[in-house]
């Protein structure tokens, strides 16, 4: 495929985006919930622990916080930069937005959230092996996830890393950072995909602490949702340190 008719082909199915959207929601401000208790390094000790990255951690420990509020079990994609997923390796500098999607769905959540954690993590290996997420971007491949019907709702999570703050004069003190915002949310594809709403997350840290952002979704259960998602992380550590 040459470039130019790579970037003539729209990425999403624009009829099935043309379903009538539910009524907008009043605006609302986005929360964002530092998990105290949940240092990255004891993340990072149980995902050493368990063979499991730490964005395979908290994206299990965001599915499985959807279902304990009572949400059918949903979809769940993420951006992937390729820039160190392609040969030669891209620098920063000598590209802009190589992103594409990883997709991750399976209705059998398990037991625990180290068991659905590794089964994300088996899943990106493989799709990131075989080029099914290279080609989800580049060729206009939708997963076919989106025709199965047995997932009820979806989950878009930015993991954006660690949060470096920038050098600052002596007597300045950064009390938070945030890394995102909702009013920046503009394509359909992130309220309304394929006839199921989505929940945006962000998913940073702050100080060797764990950050989790909600975007969009379901305001009124969003405390829920993160108290959730502390309690499952929370509890995998406590289990397996």
Request: hydrophobic share 45%; net charge negative.
């Amino acid at each position: 495929m040459k470039a130019d008719e790579v970037l003539s082909v729209p990425l999403w199915d624009e009829a099935a985006l043309a379903q009538k959207l539910p009524p907008p929601r009043e605006p609302a401000l986005a929360k964002q919930m530092t998990l105290e208790k949940l240092g990255r390094a004891s993340l990072a000790r149980l995902g050493n622990i368990e063979s499991i990255s730490i964005n395979a951690l908290v994206s299990a420990a965001l599915i499985r916080a959807h279902v304990r509020a009572g949400d059918p079990v949903p979809l769940y994609f993420y951006p992937v930069d390729l820039r160190d997923c392609v040969t030669p390796p891209v620098a920063p500098t000598e590209a802009t937005n190589l992103l594409s999607n990883a997709w991750f769905g399976d209705v059998e959540i398990g037991p625990d959230l180290v068991t659905l954690a590794r089964k994300i993590h088996v899943q990106f290996d493989r799709d990131l092996a075989d080029g099914t997420i290279h080609r989800t971007r580049v060729r206009n491949e939708p997963t076919k996830l989106l025709a199965d019907k047995s997932f009820g709702g979806a989950i878009h999570a930015t993991q954006l890393g660690r949060i470096r703050v920038p050098r600052l004069p002596g007597n300045l003190v950064v009390d938070d950072i945030t890394s995102s915002h909702a009013s920046a949310l503009g394509p359909a594809i992130y309220t309304f995909l394929y006839g199921r709403e989505v929940s945006v997350y962000t998913i940073d840290s702050l100080n060797q602490r764990l950050r989790v952002g909600f975007l969009a979704g379901s305001y009124e259960k969003s405390d829920e949702l993160l108290a959730y998602i502390e309690d499952e992380l929370t509890a995998a550590i406590d289990a397996r340190i």
